[in-house]
């Protein structure tokens, strides 16, 4: 402990280190898993905002409020927002941060790459968004079915925004899968095997090879619609003999691994949280790490659950019933796992813990309904309605969500180096759990009473609407949890308790430096022999990552490529726009001139 | 080039090759979603032209016995940087490019054969298919040739030594990974109809 | 700190009324839209199928809410307390709970694949075909059997098999009766479509109980999608027989089948038949405000777009209007079908549902088609005219 222990206030760290410019040009995970975070964080609010008016609208029947215009761009954009710039930032957030620091490596394992992402990610988000100010935000559901996305059904700049802002983000996410993946596999330090690593390390490596094995083919998807709406192609033309089925497929076969891409780094998550608080390791450790890959496989041959209604014919529902109740099973088992890991444990109840058995809790409901619509002919009753709504806000909210929330307060300290408040935090957590059971319980009601989902007004002669009143109130309440959660961040960040580098007494490799760490992360890189390293030999492992170097560690140097670079990214699909064929190669050149000026930009050594 | 390349890794494989395998890797369902999406539209159209009544065979082979040329090239550019030969770097890149140059002018001028028999984007599936699908082919071979000119340069510079044959090595697998793509589009689209 | 858990227990005692009170809020009461009171054997059995997919994966939920509680409760950290036990899994546990779940799996598996089968059965040769299109945003009906086209309500006869093939004029569509039973896709293909990628859905019942069941489109299909609504009314045989013959502007279903040509009456023998049938459709006193508004409504571009079985207007682009003052409401179900309503909906569809695809009397439609122009007291004759189409 008689190291350097830093305990500069977080701010001052900020403006000390050369202020705006530095966050530019920077290269470091740590400061990019912040800006990941923040940006994921202030999305959040903006989709929690769409979906507080979508709740103003519908709380009561017949509602004239918001008309279907505005309606079904905040749907739209709510799904949007969630799915793409909240969950999947939010997991490369803690993917940024933490894992180099669990598996002992100074940064990923190519830190301007990694800063490409982000601004790739920031610029899509932001184009994205942009549109609303052209009152044309994307307005045919966050899947887009075609044929309403086409030039004769959706003349508008709406679909135009959704093709192009998610074709730059798939970029993003690509470029950061294959950064993890090299990461993971090259970077360990001495004695982490894969078998040593961390659950969470460990399902942010099998969430990359979802990431750059499903994000291509939705890729594929967007050119098609892009060229369909620009150049006059006909693949979802039906007049034409183009099929929209097979805008379907392409979607959801890369739509369904995109729901492990946002759940299993919670699972992860709360795999690493789980112990720390009960004082007990990960329970069946070999099963978890097993399961999170089998669940990335099967994850795989699920897609066409999203499509019962859409008349596949007996055998393929038969196949593809059985394979989505098939990949229940591990799931399932991850369930108990975890349950056995607090089983005969000692139990602190922090908040981070609070919010992990609020996922075990609601993620099993929303696992649950999950099997209900795996069924075929159940699913015809079920699918488009409220009841799936349900159902996806159950795994969203109750998992992803709830897991993001105890990662949160989990590693807030490493980050900061100060503790968030545990007052707030309780506030939070209980808002925010009764929040979200009150707005999302009750549609499984309002599905199976006969409401469709996307409807942006409902006849009273359907007798839902003091359900609908209850759901809205729960939404409301949930923002309340949101806002004091966010106040506890502006809070804890000056005014909260010193961390220390290891305040739970938490078993991996990221505790044994200091909070938050030096650039550089360890001053020697530990040498693992374990999987509870900070369990097994804490002394030696914070005395040889805390080792103050002798001489200065080499790291890479800041670079403003990298936003040069995503800048030309985003110029090749806005000049879209134009509709002029040419243009985007204005923004193809843009980007080449960044790639080859970055290629030859000299690294210090 | 790369900080952590600087540095013995954990399984002993090169950082940078690992990750252009891994994002070959993405490439490849990049590539499978466009091929499968030609097959699956394969006699879908309403109207001609079609495949038979367009396609060049002959043409098309004398186009990809140039690319796999190019891709032979390619190994002794690498082999010329590796044994430190700056001559055999110059001229095997030069040649890669120049071959992959000549594979994209026989695409030019089967596209614009193609618009005057009265393909275009938009006649039919089979035109939205095949162009977009030979298109991104043809895009990552123009990227390629790029790359491999800017290694020609720096070779003529003299910045190409020994030490930098994981730069050729790279710019290799992703050469030859474009040429099998081919490959499979050639035998798919023009040989299997 | 004592108090803590009895503050668990107390707000987790709070939870079973807390349900209780809901789901009697959420059960009682008519819900016209409901999926668990369905009137057709295809519904009872997804129904059936479900309630027993839903108990067995009850259990699961009451296991694993049930072992998390006692966790929370019982192994809660004391000030004193020593590490715990180090334990790293437990293969024998291990097995049986990735086994429990699967037989489980397989217990609803099973009876899934039978009824998947029966979701996609052929129809009887002596079905009931209907053809449902889908219209951004309104349905059309069409009874290819009876020569019967209408739309947005429908009347089926209770006690014969029903095959409802589904289709699509634009974008996709979802037909959806909830107390029928599942739903599935309009596609946007002909209904006798060929080639590779032809598709065309269907859904097969036989519905058991007379009713009114509402249902409305499922899938998102653009701005008005929320108000694509639907009634179906389902009838005895008799009742469907006389429903069909005035829908035919007098012409007895007994005459079926009609050959294709049937429908294509020259005006004016659509109006003799009108003139010559007291059953007749068109059914109005000369100088009325009705007949008044019949001739409006002939002159007017209405035609242009809307059929009136038994007069000349055969226009086919919007909902045909045969038996309009029998329907519950006007524009899909934006409104009840009251003369306000009808005027106000003539006058500017688009107050009422944004995005209709029809003019106004001073505004063009969406997409371009001019405005009809009449004046309000033409629209109020007109109205009349529509309501009196029973």
């Known amino acids: 402990m008689a190291t350097a222990e830093r305990m500069v206030p977080f701010a001052a760290r900020l403006s000390g280190r050369g202020g705006l410019w530095s966050w530019i040009t920077t290269v470091d995970h740590k400061r990019i898993g912040i800006l990941y975070g923040t940006t994921a964080l202030f999305f959040l609010l903006v989709g929690g905002l769409e979906a507080l008016l979508i709740r103003l609208q519908l709380a009561v029947p017949d509602n004239g409020l918001i008309g279907p215009e505005l309606y079904n761009q905040l749907f739209t954009m709510h799904g949007t927002t969630m799915v793409f710039l909240v969950g999947m930032p939010i997991a490369v957030a803690f993917f940024n941060y933490v894992v180099p620091l669990q598996i002992g490596a100074r940064d990923v394992a190519f830190p301007r790459l990694n800063a490409l992402s982000y601004w790739i990610f920031l610029f899509g988000a932001l184009?994205?968004?942009?549109?609303?100010?052209?009152?044309?935000?994307?307005?045919?559901?966050?899947?887009?079915?075609?044929?309403?996305?086409?030039?004769?059904?959706?003349?508008?700049?709406?679909?135009?925004?959704?093709?192009?802002?998610?074709?730059?983000?798939?970029?993003?996410?690509?470029?950061?899968?294959?950064?993890?993946?090299?990461?993971?596999?090259?970077?360990?330090?001495p004695g982490m095997r894969l078998m040593r690593m961390p659950l969470f390390t460990w399902m942010a490596f099998v969430t990359s090879f979802i990431i750059i094995t499903a994000l291509p083919v939705l890729a594929v998807a967007l050119f098609f619609l892009t060229f369909d709406r620009f150049w006059g192609t006909n693949f979802f033309v039906p007049?034409?003999?183009?099929?929209?089925?097979?805008?379907?497929?392409?979607?959801?076969?890369?739509?369904?691994?995109?729901?492990?891409?946002?759940?299993?780094?919670?699972?992860?998550?709360?795999?690493?949280?789980?112990?720390?608080?009960?004082?007990?390791?990960?329970?069946?450790?070999?099963?978890?790490?097993?399961?999170?890959?089998?669940?990335?496989?099967?994850?795989?041959?699920?897609?066409?659950?999203?499509?019962?209604?859409?008349?596949?014919?007996?055998?393929?529902?038969?196949?593809?019933?059985?394979?989505?109740?098939?990949?229940?099973?591990?799931?399932?088992?991850?369930?108990?796992?975890?349950?056995?890991?607090?089983?005969?444990?000692?139990?602190?109840?922090?908040?981070?813990?609070?919010?992990?058995?609020?996922?075990?809790a609601m993620f099993t409901i929303g696992g649950i309904s999950g099997v209900h619509h795996a069924s075929p002919p159940a699913n015809l009753q079920q699918t488009d309605t409220y009841y799936v709504v349900a159902h996806f806000h159950y795994v969203l909210v109750g998992g992803l969500i709830m897991g993001i929330f105890a990662g949160f307060y989990y590693w807030f300290p490493k980050v900061t180096g100060r503790l968030l408040d545990e007052r707030l935090g309780k506030w939070h957590f209980w808002l925010t759990v009764i929040g979200a059971n009150l707005t999302f319980f009750p549609m499984h009601f309002a599905g199976l009473l006969g409401m469709p989902r996307r409807i942006f007004t409902y006849s009273s002669e359907l007798n839902l609407g003091s359900l609908n009143m209850v759901i809205s109130i729960g939404g409301f309440t949930m923002a309340v949890g949101t806002l004091i959660f966010i106040w506890n961040i502006v809070r804890s960040l000056r005014r909260?308790?010193?961390?220390?580098?290891?305040?739970?007494?938490?078993?991996?490799?990221e505790w044994a430096?200091?909070?938050?760490?030096?650039?550089?992360?360890?001053?020697?890189?530990?040498?693992?022999?374990?999987?509870?390293?900070?369990?097994?030999?804490?002394?030696?492992?914070?005395?040889?990552?805390?080792?103050?170097?002798?001489?200065?560690?080499?790291?890479?140097?800041?670079?403003?490529?990298?936003?040069?670079?995503a800048f030309g990214v985003l110029l090749t699909f806005a000049l879209f726009l134009t509709e002029t064929w040419w243009t985007p190669l204005l923004g193809l050149a843009w980007t080449a001139v960044g790639v080859i000026r970055w290629a030859f930009e000299p690294v210090e050594h | 080039m790369n900080h952590a390349?600087?540095?013995?890794?954990?399984?002993?494989?090169?950082?940078?090759?690992?990750?252009?395998?891994?994002?070959?890797?993405?490439?490849?369902?990049?590539?499978?979603?466009?091929?499968?999406?030609?097959?699956?539209?394969?006699?879908?159209?309403?109207?001609?032209?079609?495949p038979a009544d367009i396609l060049n065979i002959p043409l098309t082979s004398i186009s990809t016995f140039v690319l796999l040329m190019s891709s032979f090239a390619m190994v002794l550019a690498l082999a010329g940087v590796q044994n430190g030969s700056r001559k055999q770097?110059?001229?095997?890149?030069?040649?890669?490019?120049?071959?992959?140059?000549?594979?994209?002018?026989?695409?030019?001028?089967?596209?614009?054969?193609?618009?005057?028999?009265?393909?275009?984007?938009?006649?039919?599936?089979?035109?939205?298919?095949?162009?977009?699908?030979?298109?991104?082919?043809?895009?990552?071979?123009?990227?390629?040739?790029?790359?491999?000119?800017?290694?020609?340069?720096?070779?003529?510079?003299?910045?190409?030594?020994?030490?930098?044959?994981?730069?050729?090595?790279?710019?290799?697998?992703?050469?030859?990974?474009?040429?099998?793509?081919?490959?499979?589009?050639?035998?798919?689209?023009?040989?299997?109809? | 700190m004592l108090p803590r858990t009895e503050r668990v227990r107390a707000s987790l005692a709070a939870v079973p009324p807390f349900l209780m009170t809901f789901l009697l809020a959420?059960?009682?009461?008519?819900?016209?839209?409901?999926?668990?009171?369905?009137?057709?054997?295809?519904?009872?059995?997804?129904?059936?199928?479900?309630?027993?997919?839903?108990?067995?994966?009850?259990?699961?939920?009451?296991?694993?809410?049930?072992?998390?509680?006692?966790?929370?409760?019982?192994?809660?950290?004391?000030?004193?307390?020593?590490?715990?036990?180090?334990?790293?899994?437990?293969?024998?546990?291990?097995?049986?709970?990735?086994?429990?779940?699967?037989?489980?799996?397989?217990?609803?598996?099973?009876?899934?694949?039978?009824?998947?089968?029966?979701?996609?059965?052929?129809?009887?040769p002596d079905a009931l075909v209907v053809d449902a299109i889908g219209h951004q945003w309104w349905w059309e009906f069409r009874y290819p059997q009876y020569d019967v086209v209408t739309a947005n309500q429908f009347v089926l006869p209770v006690g014969r098999e029903v095959h409802i093939r589904l289709s699509s004029a634009d974008v996709l569509h979802n037909f959806w009766i909830p107390r029928i039973g599942g739903k599935r896709y309009n596609y946007p293909m002909p209904v006798d479509a060929e080639g590779p990628h032809a598709k065309q859905n269907a859904l097969t019942f036989t519905i058991s109980e007379p009713g009114v069941y509402p249902g409305q489109c499922a899938e998102f299909c653009g701005t008005s999608h929320a108000i694509m609504r639907k009634r179906l009314i389902a009838v005895s045989p008799e009742e469907f027989e006389a429903w069909v013959q005035r829908m035919r502007g007098g012409v007895p279903a007994a005459a079926m089948p009609a050959p294709a040509g049937a429908a294509e009456l020259s005006p004016a023998g659509g109006a003799q038949a009108a003139a010559a049938d007291p059953g007749a459709a068109a059914q109005v006193d000369a100088g009325s405000l009705e007949e008044q508004g019949r001739q409006i409504f002939l002159r007017s571009t209405c035609v242009a777009c809307h059929t009136i079985a038994g007069t000349p207007a055969r226009g086919a682009v919007g909902p045909n209007l045969t038996g309009f003052g029998s329907r519950w409401a006007v524009g899909a179900g934006a409104r009840p079908n009251t003369l306000e309503n009808v005027v106000a909906w003539i006058t500017n569809p688009q107050q009422l549902k944004p995005g209709a695809l029809m003019p106004g009397t001073q505004t063009p439609a969406p997409n371009g088609f001019p405005p009809t122009g009449l004046s309000p007291d033409e629209v109020r004759a007109v109205a009349a005219y529509l309501l009196s189409q029973k």
């Open chain 1, 496 to 509: 909260g308790e010193v961390a220390g580098h290891n305040p739970w007494n938490a078993h991996t490799l």
């Open chain 1, 127 to 189: 184009f994205m968004n942009v549109s609303f100010l052209f009152g044309a935000a994307p307005n045919a559901g966050w899947f887009g079915y075609a044929p309403l996305t086409s030039e004769q059904y959706s003349p508008g700049l709406n679909i135009d925004f959704w093709v192009l802002g998610l074709q730059i983000l798939g970029i993003a996410s690509i470029l950061g899968g294959v950064n993890f993946i090299a990461t993971i596999i090259n970077l360990r330090a």
């Open chain 3, 26 to 124: 959420a059960c009682s009461g008519d819900h016209p839209q409901t999926t668990f009171r369905p009137v057709t054997e295809f519904g009872a059995e997804i129904n059936d199928l479900f309630a027993g997919i839903f108990w067995w994966t009850m259990l699961v939920l009451v296991v694993v809410e049930s072992i998390l509680l006692f966790v929370i409760l019982r192994y809660r950290r004391r000030a004193d307390q020593s590490p715990p036990k180090q334990t790293h899994g437990n293969t024998v546990a291990e097995i049986l709970w990735t086994l429990g779940p699967a037989l489980i799996v397989a217990f609803i598996a099973v009876p899934t694949m039978r009824m998947v089968f029966f979701t996609y059965r052929e129809p009887a």
């Open chain 1, 239 to 360: 007049t034409a003999g183009g099929d929209p089925m097979l805008w379907q497929h392409l979607f959801w076969i890369f739509g369904h691994p995109e729901v492990y891409i946002l759940i299993l780094p919670a699972f992860g998550i709360i795999s690493d949280v789980l112990p720390s608080f009960t004082r007990k390791p990960l329970f069946g450790y070999s099963i978890m790490v097993y399961s999170g890959i089998l669940i990335g496989f099967i994850g795989w041959g699920v897609w066409a659950h999203h499509m019962f209604a859409t008349g596949l014919g007996p055998i393929a529902d038969a196949f593809f019933a059985a394979a989505t109740m098939i990949i229940a099973i591990p799931t399932g088992v991850k369930i108990f796992n975890w349950l056995a890991t607090m089983w005969g444990g000692s139990l602190r109840f922090n908040t981070a813990l609070l919010f992990c058995i609020a996922l075990i």
């Open chain 1, 513 to 565: 430096t200091a909070s938050p760490p030096p650039e550089y992360n360890f001053g020697t890189i530990p040498v693992v022999e374990s999987r509870e390293p900070m369990w097994d030999r804490p002394d030696e492992m914070v005395a040889q990552a805390q080792r103050v170097p002798e001489r200065p560690v080499h790291m890479p140097s800041p670079s403003y490529w990298p936003i040069f670079t």
């Open chain 2, 89 to 193: 770097a110059l001229i095997w890149l030069m040649a890669t490019a120049l071959l992959g140059m000549t594979f994209l002018g026989f695409q030019a001028y089967e596209f614009t054969e193609f618009y005057h028999e009265g393909l275009t984007l938009s006649t039919n599936l089979f035109g939205s298919t095949f162009f977009v699908l030979t298109g991104f082919h043809g895009a990552h071979v123009t990227v390629g040739v790029i790359w491999l000119l800017v290694l020609w340069v720096m070779a003529l510079r003299g910045r190409l030594g020994r030490a930098d044959a994981l730069k050729v090595e790279i710019a290799g697998l992703y050469w030859h990974f474009v040429d099998v793509v081919w490959i499979v589009i050639f035998t798919l689209v023009y040989l299997i109809q």
């Open chain 2, 5 to 50: 390349a600087t540095h013995p890794t954990a399984t002993g494989l090169d950082t940078w090759k690992l990750g252009f395998w891994t994002f070959i890797g993405s490439e490849s369902l990049f590539f499978g979603s466009l091929i499968s999406t030609y097959m699956v539209y394969k006699g879908a159209s309403r109207v001609g032209p079609f």
